[in-house]
């Protein structure tokens, strides 16, 4: 199911990354952010009054005549005219934030105006209010009643995400057809051959390819079938958009992000010759905070020299490079001439297998108990721990619910160790596996 997405634009410094917090902030909902994969967080899902959405806060846009002044911003100038497109047509409703302290710029008149030519329903956030009025707004803007808000202190927020829940559609439903073995997103950088990758995975003869309507904003998917098992590639369109061959990162990343929401697995594709990048490292972090299976894609393999090929060096470059996912699965292909180009799907179908493993409270209670007969839980803060009995909670991302004395007693290394064992018994290769801890009298 795919979330609509609200995408908050506005020209720089006046609160945008500020709102993002403060509307995070009304759901905390990451269980154990990565250091170094969140620090720069700009897409999440929130929710307001049970209502689910996708945020995305964009970079402050650069309009208007006074840019041209600076000839070193002429580059930034494109690429936010090139964002601005992409907010437009990607997002369900556009926050657009302004600071009421500064009144209206000649910035602000340049976005207000790509605004209204629109379809995308705008909500107009008056920011910094702190008790001013922002009524004077709306005539400038014609953006319809602007609301008052406080980012910093919080104050208006909830008035401003019910203006943005009475123009927001509902989740977009899967269509229903014949079932679907594995729904598939191709992530990565610009230009790590993504493109090359679909095109070669679906030329293949042993593939049997349609297109098919998906949601409205995603509008093709690829079909497929391998192994006699029918195969989707969610939003293949976004993958192979012509006519943004420059400054595509930001919308690659948010429309791949979005593939990602209605997929089971991620196939994260990075390209060989430039080795293992720090976007790289953010993407795989995305997939890994949303719950999905994994498979790390190093593509371009022909390009490398024999040396170069090590795959047993490959192998511990990318687990110290993707240490928070040692469980992701990797394949080394090259789209250009279809070495392997198969395996990753395969492999992104057994990840699926592994999902939707299920195994009985019993059966887990016994390992446990052998595992704890072997070595005592920890103590902390002078009090040991005590792990009571487990069971597989019903979810998508595998989920396992430790029933314990004290959850505060837990220590991350524990809970490592304790992934670690399971995964080392029950098997849950290339997929996150979720644990949770609760006192004991807390099954709900």
Do not use: C
């Not at 509307?23 to 307001?48: C, F, H, K, N, S």
């Not at 001439?337 to 016994?366: C, F, K, M, S």
């Amino acid at each position: 199911m795919a979330l609509p997405l609200v995408a908050i634009v506005g020209r720089p410094n006046v609160g945008k990354s500020s709102l993002f917090n403060r509307i995070l902030g009304q759901r905390r909902a990451i269980v154990d952010p990565m250091a170094g994969l969140t620090r720069d967080r700009l897409y999440a899902e929130a929710d307001w009054r049970g209502r689910n959405f996708t945020i995305v806060d964009t970079a402050g846009l650069v309009l208007g005549k006074e840019r041209d002044e600076v000839p070193a911003l002429r580059e930034l100038r494109r690429r936010m005219e090139e964002q601005t497109a992409v907010a437009i047509e990607e997002a369900d409703v556009i926050l657009l934030v302004v600071d009421v302290r500064e009144g209206v710029t000649p910035i602000d008149s340049d976005i207000a105006e790509l605004l209204r030519r629109a379809r995308t329903p705008v909500v107009l956030a008056a920011n910094k209010a702190d008790g001013r009025d922002s009524e004077g707004l709306a005539a400038e803007y014609d953006l319809g009643d602007p609301h008052s808000v406080s980012a910093l202190h919080g104050t208006g927020s909830g008035e401003l995400l019910d203006a943005v829940l009475a123009v927001l559609p509902q989740a977009a439903l899967e269509p229903e057809g014949d079932r679907v073995a594995a729904r598939i997103a191709i992530l990565g950088r610009p230009n790590v051959g993504k493109s090359s990758f679909v095109n070669s995975v679906t030329q293949d003869q042993r593939s049997l390819v349609t297109a098919t309507p998906g949601t409205t904003r995603d509008p093709v998917d690829t079909e497929m079938v391998v192994e006699g098992k029918k195969v989707l590639l969610v939003d293949t369109a976004g993958i192979r958009r012509p006519g943004l061959t420059r400054g595509v990162e930001q919308y690659s990343l948010l429309r791949g992000l979005r593939a990602m929401e209605r997929s089971d697995v991620a196939l994260v594709v990075m390209d060989a010759r430039d080795g293992i990048t720090a976007q790289d490292q953010h993407v795989a972090g995305y997939v890994t905070e949303a719950g999905r299976g994994l498979v790390l894609v190093v593509n371009k393999w022909d390009l490398l020299s024999p040396e170069e090929k090590e795959e047993k060096e490959w192998r511990t470059r990318l687990r110290r490079a993707f240490d928070f996912a040692p469980w992701a699965r990797v394949s080394y292909v090259s789209a250009l001439t279809g070495q392997r180009v198969l395996q990753p799907i395969e492999t992104a179908l057994a990840v699926v297998a592994e999902r939707g493993r299920r195994v009985a409270t019993p059966e887990l209670n016994r390992w446990l108990r052998d595992l704890l007969a072997r070595r005592d839980p920890p103590t902390r803060k002078g009090k040991r721990l005590k792990v009571l009995y487990v069971a597989q909670a019903e979810a998508s991302t595998p989920t396992f619910v430790f029933f314990v004395n004290d959850p505060e007693l837990v220590h991350f290394s524990y809970r490592r160790f304790l992934e670690t064992q399971l995964r080392s018994a029950f098997g849950f290769e290339g997929t996150p596996v979720r644990m949770v801890f609760r006192r004991r009298g807390e099954e709900e």
